[in-house]
């Protein structure tokens, strides 16, 4: 029998907090009747945001295109949808129930790179694109190919999105833990990134890849060029191959910060000697297509031969799904102006990003208005990684690293398993992202309905009151 004493030991070590025990509590409670709000995960049509009207309506051709052939369908259908679906039914004429290429649909492929150029104004090849079941298929193969001995590690960054340090587990290798700098706006730190390097050299472990997620996802920052060259800098120096999580790109709140793609700064620095895996996402932006699984990884600076092993991975899943790669073309290649369906979609898109950018600044004017909380604004992305203080249960001062690290994920697990049951409110404890020794966050998003979020910062803040009195009386 199968028992957890013969379960393969690193998947029993992974583990992924965005969906872990608060979450399972959460799951409990609606079942017993309570109002949760799921602010846990970055599900945007879980939480209303409305499906865009182009996207679906191809795909509801392309699903029964015998609608092609009623007359009503013209009544219905704007002519560009109508037009559309015929050039992917000749580019794909077996229709979306059969494989396809393992790296993708070829138009599809084709699209992303002219996606990539007109976006960077650089060149982008077809050849170095797969099409993934979403980003994290795309990471996932990446981190395949990357974990080869032991002792090979990834640099993450801390708090981190917890696929990279579930997938680390999964495979057996070492996670290298670099700390954002929180005070500078959540950017990365070239003296961190070398002691990072540095100790875990010394523990015999050999870094192979460094991780930056732009924007940030927990903590919603975009990054400068500056700092993007500088990781370039550092990688080419440590012969490391860089893992650029992009899926946030359409979620820029600043207009005083802008998205740059780590692609276009390796091009335009003239780096050939860093290999670049790029990913993208139809989960994230203003789509929030999660549950159509749709994504895609670029290569930059990667032999043939490699790429051939890359190929042969995909293979061995067959392809990424159908639907998922027609999403991803409907994203990288959506309605241009003078088409019929352009208008409501530039609608459609410019209201849930403004409602996004406003609830940010909801967000985080309410939790900074609480005694003991913090959140900046988020640049970007569709979360807010807020800190928090509550009085000490223990004296901290004699503890070592591990020990407050320990007490500090009991201590952010406890209060945001309470603030669920006494508000509704589902979080995710910092710890589930990792967190400066000694510090306490929780990671929520800011995509609820504006009305909610009001509610849920008042709710918040009550509770937060609330708590840290009966800390201080005990």
């Known amino acids: 029998m199968l028992t957890p004493n013969n379960i393969n030991g690193n998947l029993r070590r992974a583990s992924y907090a965005v969906r872990g025990k608060i979450v399972e509590r959460a799951n409990q409670l609606e079942k017993e009747g309570r109002k949760i709000i799921y602010c846990n995960i970055g599900n945007p049509q879980a939480l209303k945001q409305k499906p865009l009207t182009f996207p679906r309506q191809v795909l509801s051709l392309l699903e029964y295109p015998e609608l092609l052939e009623r007359p009503e369908t013209e009544k219905i259908y704007p002519r560009d949808v109508i037009e559309r679906v015929r050039f992917i039914l000749k580019k794909a004429p077996v229709g979306l129930g059969a494989y396809t290429h393992s790296l993708g649909f070829q138009f599809v492929r084709e699209a992303v790179a002219e996606f990539i150029s007109r976006r960077d104004g650089i060149p982008a090849d077809p050849a170095n694109i797969a099409l993934t079941d979403g980003a994290s298929k795309g990471v996932q193969a990446a981190m395949t190919m990357l974990s080869n001995k032991r002792e090979d590690g990834f640099m993450i960054p801390i708090p981190q999105y917890p696929l990279y340090s579930a997938t680390i587990a999964l495979y057996g290798s070492n996670l290298i833990s670099y700390y954002l700098d929180e005070k500078a706006g959540w950017q990365l730190n070239e003296k961190e990134l070398a002691a990072s390097f540095e100790k875990s050299a010394a523990r015999g472990i050999n870094p192979v890849a460094i991780v930056v997620i732009n924007p940030g996802n927990p903590t919603g920052a975009v990054l400068a060029r500056e700092n993007i060259e500088m990781v370039i800098r550092f990688a080419k120096k440590h012969n490391l191959t860089v893992l650029a999580d ?106 849930i990003l403004s409602d996004l950018k406003a609830k940010a600044r909801m967000l985080s004017d309410g939790i900074n208005a609480v005694s003991g909380m913090h959140a900046g604004v988020p640049q970007g992305a569709m979360y807010s990684f807020v800190r928090f203080e509550v009085p000490d249960d223990r004296n901290t001062s004699a503890m070592s690293e591990e020990e407050l690290g320990l007490y500090s994920r009991c201590r952010d697990n406890e209060y945001c398993l309470k603030l669920l049951e006494e508000t509704g409110i589902c979080v995710v404890p910092g710890s589930g992202f990792g967190q400066q020794p000694n510090t306490l966050h929780f990671r929520t998003t800011f995509l609820p309905p504006k009305d909610e979020i009001k509610s849920l910062v008042d709710r918040i803040g009550a509770f937060h009151k609330k708590y840290t009195e009966s800390k201080k009386r005990s």
């Open 246 to 351: 992009e899926v946030y790109q359409e979620n820029i709140y600043n207009p005083e910060r802008k998205f740059i793609s780590f692609a276009k700064v390796l091009y335009e620095m003239k780096e050939k000697d860093v290999t670049l895996f790029s990913f993208h996402s139809v989960s994230k932006g203003f789509l929030g297509e999660c549950g159509h699984r749709g994504g895609y990884v670029e290569v930059r600076n990667l032999p043939p031969d490699s790429f051939a092993e890359l190929l042969k991975l995909q293979s061995i899943g067959l392809c990424a799904n159908s639907v998922g790669q027609i999403m991803t073309y409907l994203m990288v290649d959506p309605p241009k102006e003078g088409d019929e369906s352009y208008p409501l979609y530039r609608r459609e898109r410019e209201a």
